[in-house]
């Protein structure tokens, strides 16, 4: 029987948008149901033995690499309805990253050759999978070039916008103007592994940012008030 809890889910991820009714109900009844604990690694980067996509059904996750340092630099943090493991999915390598709960969470697995038959069975997955992979590439050169080019302010400030493009939520203000929201803002010191430094610099460039009324801290939220500061890489703190 198939589960309609599981479907919904997979109509909410845009890899599967495509999908028609009946082609959802077929995938629902691949996948296997995982818990995982706060703080537990899912996935360890260069293993080999697990090959599958991960569908996060609730919680959240970050991707990261760990530097012959011992630094954590954050590739991504997923929540409800996104997605990772498809590149060994595909070419049945390593895995590139390591994946931790960062919250207890539950995946949803589908086993690497129960996609593989979907892909060559779904034009429009395949299509699908195409469109996210070539977005996830952009944001990694993104990523890579301000690492390499841009201050430290910028590095930060690229973060949130990637932050407003990929989970940011447009509202009025008080005031009336539009502003956007990130729900459940990532920490400062994720942020920092995201921006490649450390927390007490991401600190400072926030109050530089609230002082400017670019940003505004509201509890687990944070909301984006002007997002021309951010995209100014030449400002200074």
Known sequence: MVDKAIVELLK?????SELKEEQLEQ????????????????????????????L???GEVKVFMTGIDGRETILALLERGDFFGEMSLIDGEPRSATVKAVTSAKLLIIRREHFLDLLKSTPELCMGL?????????????????????????????????????RGVRIHGTDGRMVTVIRNRPTQQQLAEMSGTTRETVSRVFSSLVK?????VMGKDLVILEESLLRDQDLKE
């Open 12 to 16: 909410g991820v845009d890899l599967f």
């Open 27 to 54: 995938l629902a009844t691949l996948v296997i149901a995982n818990d995982f604990a706060r703080d537990e690694t899912i996935i360890l980067e260069k293993d080999e033995s697990t090959q599958a996509l991960f």
């Open 56 to 58: 996060i059904a609730s």
């Open 130 to 166: 195409l469109v996210e992979m070539s977005k996830r590439l952009r944001k990694s050169n993104r990523q890579i070039g301000s690492l390499s080019t841009m201050s430290v302010y910028g590095r930060v400030a690229g973060t949130l916008l990637s932050l407003v493009e990929e």
């Open 212 to 216: 400017k009324h670019s940003i505004s």
